[in-house]
């Protein structure tokens, strides 16, 4: 069974950045395209970014574009959000995601922007801006 874990939230200013973490554990993370989702009180749960096996695939949500990078490091079973010039809308609960997938090394793979195409979850990490 896969396990995810965040790391990295808190409480910052805004014009402040964050880098968050995800690691990933029991399964081979290169065989995981990953998410980033987050959940702002009251509100449903948005997309925030994703990333194909490889790395070299991403998207983001429109309105991110410019402001927060999605990476994954294979070696290390990570993933990362770095988050800068942060908002106070930007604050939520951010939870990392995980799909299963067959990695074909011949291309760098797909990346998912739908909660529902997510099998496994991390518990979520707590990032509040302040103004």
């Known amino acids: 069974q896969v396990q995810l874990v965040e790391s990295g939230g808190g409480l910052v200013q805004a014009g402040d950045s964050l880098r968050l973490a995800c690691v990933v554990s029991g399964r081979t993370f290169s065989t995981y395209a990953m998410g980033w989702f987050r959940q702002a009180p009251g509100k449903e749960r948005e997309f925030v970014a994703a990333?194909?096996?490889?790395?070299?695939?991403?998207n983001y949500a429109d309105s991110l574009k410019g402001r927060f990078t999605i990476s994954r490091d294979n070696a290390k079973d990570t993933l990362y959000l770095q988050m800068d010039s942060l908002k106070p809308e930007d604050t939520a609960v951010y939870y990392c995601?995980?799909?299963?997938?067959?990695?074909?090394?011949?291309?760098?793979?797909?990346?998912?922007?739908?909660?529902?195409?997510?099998?496994?979850w991390g518990q979520g990490t707590q990032v509040t801006v302040s103004s």
């Open positions: 995601a995980a799909r299963k997938i067959t990695p074909s090394y011949s291309d760098a793979g797909d990346y998912y922007t739908g909660a529902f195409e997510y099998a496994y």
């Open positions: 990333i194909s096996w490889s790395g070299l695939r991403t």
